[in-house]
T-cell receptor, first 111, second 115 residues
Framework: DAKTTQPNSMESNEEEPVHLPCNHS???????IHWYRQLPSQGPEYVIH???SNVNNRMASLAIAEDRKSSTLILHRATLRDAAVYYC????????????FGEGTQLTVNP | GAGVSQTPSNKVTEKGKYVELRCDPI?????LYWYRQSLGQGPEFLIY????????DSGLPNDRFFAVRPEGSVSTLKIQRTERGDSAVYLC?????????????FGEGSRLTVL
């Protein structure tokens, strides 16, 4: 499976934007970039995904580099409920149907 | 509820015992996945089903682990001769279809503790 690299941890202040980076230099042309997050004591939760173009939904925005070797998950106004582990995952022909989770980024949101 | 349901939420057992963990996926979802998560780690893939058949069981750690989905809906993960190292949260997920990009919906997990 193609590998992603994320910082172990990040901190933000409440109501400020948060940019969570992900490097995926070995991404293939058919790999989708997925983001999931996991709140304490819960299962992972889908956040967003994209292929080539930037994507927006009610939870977040996904900015994808032109060469697709990196991406950034953007939370426009962090809340305390956004404190979670955020996972950046590639999913496509090489990974089959499964999601392969790495260590993710632990986001701390300060009041 | 409409989400993925897992039972039991907590299971404590003794080394050497047999354990079954159950997953009720979202109605109509054809794909079902099992993951295992140890403390401080990301979820680790175990197996997934497309319908009744195991499409990929490459993540099962050894032959003590087995999963079934006889009618293409509910799935049971079975662990024989449990060991202390099997202690983890076992997560189940389902998705409407097979393959990328489809969204996976996860349950809250079954926490297994082997004493």
């Amino acid at each position: 499976d193609a590998k992603t690299t994320q910082p172990n941890s990040m901190e933000s202040n409440e109501e400020e934007p948060v940019h969570l980076p992900c490097n995926h230099s070995t991404i293939s042309g058919t790999d989708y970039i997925h983001w999931y997050r996991q709140l304490p004591s819960q299962g992972p939760e889908y956040v967003i995904h994209g292929l080539t173009s930037n994507v927006n939904n009610r939870m977040a925005s996904l900015a994808i580099a032109e060469d697709r070797k990196s991406s950034t998950l953007i939370l426009h106004r962090a809340t305390l409920r956004d404190a979670a582990v955020y996972y950046c995952i590639l999913r496509g022909e090489t990974s089959g149907s499964r999601l392969t989770f790495g260590e993710g980024t632990q986001l701390t949101v300060n009041p | 509820g409409a989400g993925v349901s897992q039972t039991p939420s907590n299971k404590v057992t003794e080394k050497g015992k047999y354990v079954e963990l159950r997953c009720d996926p979202i109605s109509g979802h054809t794909a079902l996945y099992w993951y295992r998560q140890s403390l401080g780690q990301g979820p680790e893939f175990l197996i997934y089903f497309q319908g009744t058949g195991a499409a990929d069981d490459s993540g099962l750690p050894n032959d003590r682990f087995f999963a079934v989905r006889p009618e293409g809906s509910v799935s049971t993960l079975k662990i024989q001769r449990t060991e202390r190292g099997d202690s983890a949260v076992y997560l189940c997920a389902s998705s409407l279809n097979f393959g990328a990009p489809g969204e996976l919906f996860f349950g809250e997990g079954s926490r297994l503790t082997v004493l």
